[in-house]
């Protein structure tokens, strides 16, 4: 009796499981960040925000980013997004603190008050690129 109720505990919580998305986004988003003379912002961090979720993911050498919400790469749920870019700067950094900080895109985006980026996130999962100003 108890094996059985065991088992019926687990096939239920493998359904809720499942039917909730696994409690992250469910929906990949990657793409590309770029300045608009073409050249790719080599790091800094996407942020996609709404008044119910943020998701994140860390823009690589090559100027890509996949979004993270509640777990590794899982995306964000759908929604009309705000769309900041943070830790873009070169320079100042600990291997170089002597360096000036140098702004490689306009500071704008740093801020969901000033950015003017907003994208949709649909069920499924999206590629949004971006083409960003340069710093004035």
Excluded at 24 to 42: A, L, M, S, W
Excluded at 46 to 56: D, E, H, M
Excluded at 72 to 89: H, K, M, S
Aim: hydrophobic residues 35%; glycine residues 16%.
């Amino acid at each position: 009796m108890l094996r059985k109720l065991g088992m019926m505990l687990g096939v239920a919580a493998a359904a809720i499981f499942l039917v909730s998305g696994c409690g992250g986004g469910g929906n990949p988003v990657r793409g590309t960040v770029r300045v608009r003379d073409g050249e790719v912002v080599r790091q800094g961090t996407v942020q996609f925000i709404s008044n119910q979720a943020t998701a994140s993911g860390r823009i690589r050498e090559d100027g890509s980013y996949q979004l993270s919400g509640a777990g590794e790469a899982d995306g964000a749920p759908p929604g009309t997004y705000t769309v900041v870019f943070l830790g873009t700067q070169i320079g100042g950094g600990y291997d170089s603190p002597d360096e000036p900080i140098q702004e490689v895109i306009h500071p704008k985006y740093a801020d969901a008050a000033t950015s003017p980026i907003q994208v949709e996130v649909p069920a499924g999962g999206a590629v949004h690129d971006f083409e960003l100003d340069p710093p004035e």
